[in-house]
Structures are given as C-alpha cells and as structure tokens.
C-alpha cells in the first residue's frame, strides 16, 4: 500500500474507531480503549511492517507512562481524601460560597484561574486533577466538575510545566534540523530566540481565542447541567467572565513577551486569581442574580459519580477549621511544585540523576524514563503526610484515606493501561523502526492533510496540532511530532514558518480538552468512571470554536486582513458567535422569573 490516500485512512483508523465508539455508542474507555488497542496493533503489524517486538516495546513503555499518570491521580486522589476526612473541604467551600454563592462565578474563578496557575506550574492534566474534585466538594455535579477542569485545559496549555510544551516540545521538534538552522541564520537569530518569538506569537493567538473561554464555561453549566437547560443563562455571567478573561491573558501575554515561555500561564494565572478574587470580594462585575444547580434529586443519574460528596465533607476532625490552614494543602503542593521546576540544581537532580531508566526496551533502541520524586504525584502525596500533622489527623482517618483512593483508583486504571500502550505503538512506527520505510501513522496523516489542504495550509494547522495532542495524550508529544512537519509544510507554501508553528502549539493546546488519558484522569477523581463519551461530546463544543478560531487567526496573520479563506472564516465565527449569543440572550429573557433554585440538599450549613 503507497497511496497517501489510503496510508492515510489507515492510520487514521484507531484514532475514528475509538471516537466511534466512545462518542457515537457511549462505550466506556476500559472498553473502547482495548479495541483501539488492537486495531492500530494490526495496522501497524499488517501495514506499516512493524516487527512483533518493536510493538511489544511499544507496549511496555505505554505502560510505564501509564503507571505515571495512575501515580498522579492516585496523588489527587488521596489529596481529595485527606483534606475531606480531616474537615478542610467544608470550610475551602464555605470561602468559595461567602465570596458568591453563583456556580457560574465559582467555575471561573478555580477552573480559569487556579487551574491556569497550576497548569503553569505542573501541566501533565494535573490542573484537572486537583480543579475537578474541588468543584465536587463545592457542589458541582460529578460530569460538570471534570468539563470544568477539561475546559481551562486549553489556553494555558501551552506554557504548561513551566513552558515544557514549547521548550521542549517545539524545540526537540525543531533543533538540528539543516533547514531550520538555514532558515535561523537568514534571520540572524538564535534558536532560544526563535522559540520566544513562537512563545510571543501563541500567547497572542491563545489570547485572542481564549478570552471567551470563562463564557463558554458558564454557558457550559447552565445549559448542560441546569434546571432549565439554557445556555443562555450562562450569559448573565458576561462582565465578570470577560474581566476573569483579561485578568489572566493581559499579564499572560505580558509575560511572554517580556521572559518568554516559562511564566506565562504561572504569573497570568497567579495574578489573575488574585485580582479577580479581590474584585469578586467587593462585589465588582458579579451577576445581579446567583444561578445554582437544580436539587440533587432531579440530577440525571448519568452525572453523577461514586463518590458521594455529602460524605466526603461531613468529616470534620472538630472545630470549624480556618481558611489559611484549610488551604494550606493547596499553597504547599503549588509552592513545591514551582520551587522544583524554577530552581535549576533541584530540577536537575529530581529529573535527571534521580529517575529509574528502560533503555532500549526488547532490544528495540525504544527507551523510556521514570522520574518519581519529579512527577505532580510526588508532591501531592508529600503534602498529604505533611497534611496529616497540621490537621492533626488521627491514624482512622489516614488509613481510611488511602484505601479509598487506592479503590477509586482501579476505575479509571483498565482504560489507561491500554490507552497509553495504543499511543505509543501510533507513534513508534516511523521508518527507523518499522520494515516498510514508511513514515509514522501520525505523520502519514499531516502529509495526507496537507497534501488535500495546499495553500490553505494554515487553517489546518491547529487541527493537527489537536489530532497530535488527542492521540498522543499531550501538548509536548504532539510540538515534537509535528512541529519540523508544519515547519516544512510552511516553506514550501510560502508561509511564514514560525506562525505556522505557533499553530501547531496552540491546536495541541485545545487537543488537551478531549484526549482520552485526559478525560479518563480527570473523571477518576471524581469517581465518574464509564462516561468519557459523554464529556467529549460536550468538549466537542469548545475545542472546534478554539482550532477553528486559531487557524483563522493564523491565516490572517501570515496573509493579512482582505479577500482570503482566513478572514471570511474569522468573519464567520464572529458572526455565528454574535447570533447565537443573541439567540441566547433571547431566550433566557423570555424564560419566567423564577426565585434562584434551592442549595443542594446535600451542602452542609456553615
């Protein structure tokens, strides 16, 4: 098989089967990851040639990975755990209630704010490990939670880990090549600045698209999960959603161009959190009436979890705690977390002298590294034995935290352990490992993409940032594979290489909203296990409204502002934007004025 075409459709296989069957037939991921699993096993066995053992190889290193992301939910869930046994999580809800009570203010201010700043700070989907169980506690149905923290997995993404996305992913994907250090010294600059002007041009991107995600999200909760299923109702929220908006991206593209990719998402973040949690305290930009979810018996059973969150918050250990040492969980794993990824000598000896390494796993020159005291999982269990004496936890309450975590852990483990093993095997199949000389499946698919696409290139070029991201499970993976691609695919088209690639580094960004290993860790948390279709159709919504938007921007960044492809699909998405909204709008004022809907019978009074 030579046609790029039918190589293509191919490789395209895995990634349309699990969609299928996750999205269209609602199969729970430990049931559609296992037939992906074996379909891009035969794909890569029958057509790309790749020996028996470079896909056993594969397979191993996918479940080393896997074992790293089942150590970092275990690490949030018993983070979940501790701070509910030990009394914490009833009074972290009460702060969130005294400052507004309104849902839509509430998914703003943790998901936007606090899962950018600790995105900035870990990356990896910890954002939504530690967003969404929060939001359970607070009173947020199980499915709305983890939408919630899938949502906010996009614009900081990208500046994620203190920049890994663009500091390792961009430039692993670019440096040593001959035509980029060609094109490097036609502009007289280095590559550290190269990468901050790729840094510069995806903050800006990322901020222009990004301003309407706290909308989204609101929008998203009410006309998901509320009483009367509006949108529109998420509207109300609109000055202080836009104010959270700014508040983050102003300082984060300040950042970007002032220190380059390292800060953005962190300080943005950061500040933003607390310019609008004091703007919030005084009342500034908030709606005029608080929405709630409807009562928890009229919930739709299927966004609900196992954990059950009236249990989870009646534990106190005694006295109402006070909010600095309710949070102080919280600012530990946030400060360990940054003091390990800003300060170089420990950087070094937690992620390069003390990892466990396979090199060249069965032979295959495949390798893969474990750093245990690097990843979020470390610190997340570290804080929780730190926890357990400023809490003055009793040995009950300890053990009984562990065990339940250890259980709500296996939910979400079959899904992984044959998720991470598919990827890997989708990515390890390139010419230098297989007997066809064919290039990699992810590969395969761009060059078909492009191949269709021609000067429309750049509009693309989120889409298979995303498609990187979705398949391989990450920002960083997906910068690597593609970024040489797309950079290539630029100069033969005459297009400016470094927007094109800012591209690729935004969609992989939004392609972090629906990856499978994503939604499987961040729904474990919560105990919502078996419903990863339903999430994904809902991020569907956001993640096309982000690569859509970014490609345009792109277009219209290398072309200009006229008569091109770029600006009338620009020119579309606001028009729709601007009807559906007022559609919207429309329909919550036509609804009947009701009295704000009952607290959830399950919130303890404080």
Not at 12 to 27: A, C, E, K, N, Q
Not at 350 to 364: C, W
Not at 429 to 445: F, H, Q, R
């Amino acid at each position: 098989m030579d046609h790029l075409g039918l190589l293509s459709l191919a490789a395209f296989s895995p990634i349309l089967v699990i969609g299928i069957l996750l999205v269209g037939f609602r199969w729970p991921a430990k049931y559609a990851m296992p037939v992906g699993f074996c379909v891009v096993v035969g794909v890569a066995l029958a057509i790309w040639d790749v020996p028996g053992s470079v896909v056993a190889a594969s397979t191993i290193q996918g479940l080393l990975v896997a074992a790293t992301l089942l150590y970092i939910v275990f690490g949030a869930l018993l983070l979940l755990e501790t701070l509910s046994n030990s009394g914490a999580m009833a009074a972290i809800r009460a702060s969130f209630t005294r400052i507004s009570p309104d849902r839509r203010v509430q998914a703003i201010i943790i998901g936007w704010l606090f899962g950018s700043f600790i995105e900035g700070a870990a990356g990896f989907g910890t954002p939504a490990a530690l967003v969404a169980p929060l939001l359970l506690v607070l009173g947020f149905p199980a499915m709305a939670a983890v939408m919630v923290g899938l949502t906010i997995q996009s614009t900081p993404v990208s500046f994620g880990a203190v920049g890994t996305p663009i500091l390792v992913g961009v430039d692993g994907g670019l440096a040593g090549d001959p035509s980029v250090e060609n094109h490097l010294s036609v502009l007289g600059v280095t590559m550290p600045t190269y990468l901050n002007q790729i840094a510069l041009d995806v903050a800006i991107i990322h901020a222009v698209v990004g301003t309407l995600i706290p909308l989204f999200l609101a929008c998203m909760v009410t006309g998901f999960f509320g009483g009367a299923r509006r949108f529109g109702d998420g509207l109300a929220v609109w000055k202080f959603a836009l104010f959270a908006s700014l508040a983050m991206t102003v300082p984060y593209v300040t950042v970007a161009a002032l220190l380059g990719p390292e800060f953005p998402a962190l300080l943005g973040g950061a500040i933003g959190l607390l310019v609008v949690m004091f703007a919030a305290s005084k009342g500034l930009f908030m709606p005029q009436r608080p929405w709630d979810f409807p009562e928890r018996s009229s919930w739709n059973p299927r966004w609900m979890g196992s954990i059950d969150p009236a249990a989870d918050t009646a534990k106190p250990t005694g006295s109402r705690m006070g909010l600095l040492r309710a949070w102080s969980p919280y600012i530990i794993v946030a400060g360990l977390l940054i003091l390990t990824r800003t300060i170089e000598p420990v950087t070094e000896i937690l992620n390069d002298r003390l990892v466990i390494d396979a090199d060249s796993i069965l032979g295959t020159g495949i390798s893969q590294s474990l750093a245990p005291f690097y990843l979020p999982g470390f610190f997340f269990i570290l804080t929780c034995v730190v926890t357990y004496a400023l809490h003055r936890m009793r040995g009950r309450q300890i053990l009984g935290s562990w065990r339940t975590a250890a259980t709500r852990l296996a939910g979400a483990a079959v899904a992984l352990l044959f998720a991470l093993p598919m990827v890997r095997v989708f990515i390890n199949s390139g010419p230098e490992l297989n007997g066809s000389d064919l290039a990699s499946m992810p590969l395969t698919l761009a060059q078909g993409a492009a191949a269709v696409t021609g000067e429309s290139w750049p509009l693309l070029a989120t889409w298979i940032g995303a498609l990187g991201a979705f398949a391989a499970g990450s920002n960083t993976v997906s910068n690597m594979m593609f970024s040489l691609f797309q950079f290539s695919t630029a100069e033969q088209l005459g297009a400016t290489p470094r927007t094109v690639v800012s591209a690729q580094a935004v969609g992989g960004a939004a392609g972090n909203m629906i990856t499978v290993h994503n939604v499987v860790a961040a729904s474990a948390t919560v105990g919502l296990v078996g419903r990863e279709g339903d999430l994904i159709r809902k991020m569907i919504i956001p993640m096309v409204y982000y690569c859509l938007t970014a490609g345009a921007l792109a277009f219209v960044m290398i072309n200009g502002v006229g008569g091109n492809l770029g600006t009338a699909v620009l020119a579309g998405v606001v028009l729709t934007l601007a009807i559906t909204a007022w559609a919207l709008h429309r329909q919550a004022a036509r609804a009947p004025r009701t009295a704000p809907p009952a607290r959830d019978t399950y919130q303890r009074k404080e």
